[in-house]
């Protein structure tokens, strides 16, 4: 497999070096995509004295704050062209610890769309309360039971794509952001016909930099369910 990590960012000027160091140690055979969005905290530029020193890495500077759904797609463009055939996603925050990443890539040997879940047995969110988890539980069980996933965590942004399910997925017609891109990403990859895997993760909060999440991308996510789900097209199994 060729493999291109893509690493969406926006004022992670704390965290960006020590995650590419840390994906460089732990999966020294991959390149690795740095998708910033005009960070004000100089993202880019830590990231780019990081590629000057270690291998393989690349930085796409993109015009604005354009979402996270917008990073990836530009993100799977890039290397497509450039000729990868496995694409990963990952959260620059340490929220996704990179020392997994090798269990996904032996599961994307056999599998097109491996999702890194919270929810399958020895999946783990040690650091979350009673009340968030079941929050983010119910939200996942709901839009699988709507939409007919047949997944326990569609909203899990760890994951990693072969060429061949981005092309049944459609990707550049992904128009959700945030939970939603992940759900939308998901239901498309199902309808396509593309197999999925779920292999266990654990999750942790971020200790450096602000979070970019909001109740607005949670209230989207539950919208977007709803509305594909009623959408006669979108109901089918």
Not at 42 to 58: K, P
Request: charged content about 25%.
């Amino acid at each position: 497999m060729r493999v291109l990590v893509v690493l969406p960012t926006y004022n992670e000027a704390l965290n960006v070096d020590s995650m590419l160091r840390a994906l460089r140690s732990v999966v020294p055979e991959v390149h690795i995509l740095v998708v910033d969005d005009s960070s004000p905290d100089g993202t880019a530029a830590v990231a780019e004295r990081c590629a000057s020193e270690l291998q393989q890495i690349f930085v796409l500077r993109r015009a604005g704050k354009g979402g996270l759904g917008g990073a990836y797609r530009a993100g799977f463009a890039w290397g497509i062209g450039k000729d990868f055939d496995t694409f990963v996603e990952i959260d620059c925050d340490f929220s996704h610890d990179p020392r997994a990443l090798p269990s996904l890539l032996a599961a994307a040997s056999s599998h097109e769309v491996v999702i890194g879940s919270r929810y399958v047995p020895g999946g783990r969110i040690p650091q979350w309360k009673l009340s968030r988890r079941l929050l983010s539980r119910g939200g996942n069980q709901y839009a699988s039971i709507m939409l007919r996933l047949g997944v326990s965590d569609s909203t899990a942004g760890y994951r990693v794509y072969s060429r061949s399910a981005l092309e049944k997925i459609q990707y550049e017609e992904v128009r959700a952001d945030g939970y939603g891109f992940q759900i939308e990403m998901t239901y498309r990859a199902r309808r396509g016909g593309a197999s999925i895997v779920e292999v266990p993760i654990s999750f942790s909060d971020r200790e450096l930099g602000e979070s970019k999440m909001s109740s607005h991308i949670v209230y989207e996510a539950l919208w977007l369910v709803t509305k594909w789900a009623l959408q006669r097209p979108f109901n089918r199994p």
